[in-house]
C-alpha cells in the first residue's frame, strides 16, 4: 500500500492547500486565468484519486485483469488529461498570444489525441500495457508518452528560463514560476519512466502545484484583489442605475415629488400594515390647486406649470417631513406618520394661514382636507374619500372669499 498512500497523502495536502482556489466562487470564475486554473487543479485531484486506486490494485496483486486493464486505462487518460489542463493555464496565465502559446495549444491537442488512440487500441492489440499472471507489462506507446511529456515539460521549462531572461515585472515573475513547475516534472517524469510501480507523478504534482500555489496565487494576490474590486464596483453602478431607473418611474417629472405610481404602491404598503395591525396612527392631507384652469386659459400652460410647482413646494414646505404625491394634473396628497401626525392640527393651521395670506396677495391657493385613520373596520380609502370630501368643502369656502 506504499504507492497508494502517497497519494493519499498528496491529495489530502492538495486539498488543505488549495481549499480556496477549488471552493466554488462566481466572482473568481469570470477571470479566465482562474477558471483554467481551478480547472487544472481539479483534474490533479482526478489522477490522485486513479493513481490511488491503482494503488490498491496493484498492493492486492491485481486480482481481476479486467478490472486492472479498465483502471490503468482510465489512469493513462486522467494524465494526459491534466497535462492537457496544464496547458490551457499556462496560456491563460501568461496572458500572451504569441507562438509559444499557439505551439502549447497544439500539443496539448496532439498529446491528448495520441493518448486515446492509443488507450483504444490498447485492448486489442497492446501498445500502451498489458497485465497477464506475472502482473503489469509496458509498452513501446507508454513509452512514447512518457517521452512526450518529458519534451513538453522541458519544452517549457527552457523557454521559461529563456524568457526570464528577458523580461520585468510580474511577467517575468510568471515565467520564472511555469518554469520551476516545469523542472519540477520534467524531473519526475524521467522516474516515472524509470521506475513505473513508483508514484513519482504523484510526488511532482504535489510539489509542482504547492509552488504554484505559494508562487502564482501570492504573486496574483493584487491582480485578482483589482479585478474583484472592479466587479464590485460594477454591481455598484449597475445597482445605482436601477436606483436611478426606479426613482424617475416614481417621481412626478414637473415637480420632483412622488408621482401616482408611487403612491398607489403606499397605498398597497399602507393596506398590509393595516391589515397586519402594524399601523395604529396616520392621516392623509388631500390638496388640489384652486384656479389652474383659468391661469391655463389666460396666461398658457408654462405659466400654469409654475403656478403647479409654486404649489406643490409650499405643501412641501410645510409639511417638509412627509411624503408628498402628485395624483393628478392639480392634486396632490401628503401621508402623515409620526411627528407629522402628532402636529397634525397645528400643521394644517399653518398651511391655510399662509394660503388665506397668499389669496390676499394675489399668489397660487391650494384647498385642502386632512382626515385620520380610525381602528376597527377603517381602511386607506376611506381616510383619502373623507379627506378629499373635507378638502372640497374648503374649495367651497376659498370661492366664497371671490363671490364677496
Request: hydrophobic share 45%; net charge neutral; with cysteine.
Amino acid at each position: 500500500m506504499y504507492y497508494a498512500s502517497i497519494g493519499i497523502l498528496a491529495l489530502i495536502l492538495h486539498l488543505i492547500t488549495n481549499f480556496d482556489v477549488l471552493k466554488k466562487s462566481t466572482r473568481v470564475d469570470t477571470i479566465p486565468v482562474h477558471r483554467a486554473y481551478r480547472r487544472f487543479l481539479l483534474g490533479v485531484i482526478a489522477y490522485y484519486l486513479i493513481d490511488i486506486l491503482w494503488g490498491v490494485l496493484y498492493a492486492l496483486d491485481f486480482y481481476s485483469i479486467f478490472i486492472a486493464t479498465a483502471a490503468t486505462e482510465l489512469y493513462f487518460l486522467i494524465m494526459v488529461l491534466t497535462v492537457f489542463l496544464w496547458t490551457r493555464y499556462v496560456i491563460a496565465y501568461l496572458r500572451r498570444q504569441n507562438a509559444f502559446s499557439r505551439m502549447l495549444y497544439y500539443i496539448g491537442w496532439i498529446f491528448i489525441a495520441f493518448q486515446v488512440i492509443t488507450l483504444i487500441i490498447n485492448p486489442f492489440k497492446p501498445v500502451v500495457f498489458w497485465y497477464d499472471e506475472e502482473g503489469y507489462h509496458t509498452c513501446f506507446a507508454r513509452y512514447i508518452s512518457h517521452f512526450m511529456q518529458f519534451g513538453f515539460f522541458l519544452m517549457t521549462t527552457l523557454h521559461m528560463l529563456l524568457m526570464v531572461t528577458r523580461t520585468q515585472g510580474k511577467i517575468r515573475y510568471r515565467h520564472l514560476t511555469v518554469g520551476a513547475f516545469g523542472l519540477v516534472m520534467t524531473s519526475f517524469v524521467i522516474l516515472q519512466s524509470i521506475f513505473p510501480a513508483m508514484p513519482f507523478f504523484s510526488m511532482g504534482y504535489m510539489i509542482g502545484t504547492t509552488l504554484l500555489h505559494t508562487f502564482v496565487l501570492e504573486a496574483e494576490k493584487e491582480a485578482r484583489q483589482k479585478a474583484l474590486e472592479a466587479v464590485i464596483k460594477k454591481e455598484k453602478k449597475q445597482e445605482k442605475e436601477l436606483d436611478s431607473a426606479w426613482e424617475k418611474a416614481y417621481t412626478d417629472p414637473l415637480t420632483g415629488v412622488k408621482n401616482k405610481f408611487a403612491y398607489l404602491e403606499e397605498e398597497s404598503r399602507i393596506e398590509e400594515k393595516i391589515m397586519e395591525g402594524t399601523l395604529k396612527n396616520f392621516a392623509l392631507i388631500v390638496f388640489d390647486l384652486n384656479g389652474l384652469k383659468d391661469v391655463n386659459d389666460t396666461k398658457g400652460h408654462d405659466e400654469g406649470d409654475r403656478y403647479i410647482k409654486q404649489g406643490c413646494d409650499l405643501i412641501c414646505q410645510i409639511f417638509k417631513r412627509s411624503p408628498v404625491f402628485r395624483i393628478g394634473g392639480d392634486e396632490f396628497v401628503a401621508f402623515l406618520e409620526g411627528e407629522n401626525y402628532k402636529n397634525r392640527e397645528s400643521l394644517l393651521k399653518d398651511f391655510n394661514r399662509q394660503i388665506e395670506k397668499n389669496y390676499s396677495e394675489g399668489k397660487v391657493v391650494v384647498s385642502s382636507g386632512l382626515d385620520e385613520f380610525l381602528s376597527g373596520d377603517d381602511n386607506f380609502l376611506s381616510v383619502f374619500e373623507r379627506a378629499d370630501k373635507k378638502m372640497y368643502e374648503r374649495k367651497r369656502l376659498l370661492k366664497q372669499l371671490d363671490e364677496e
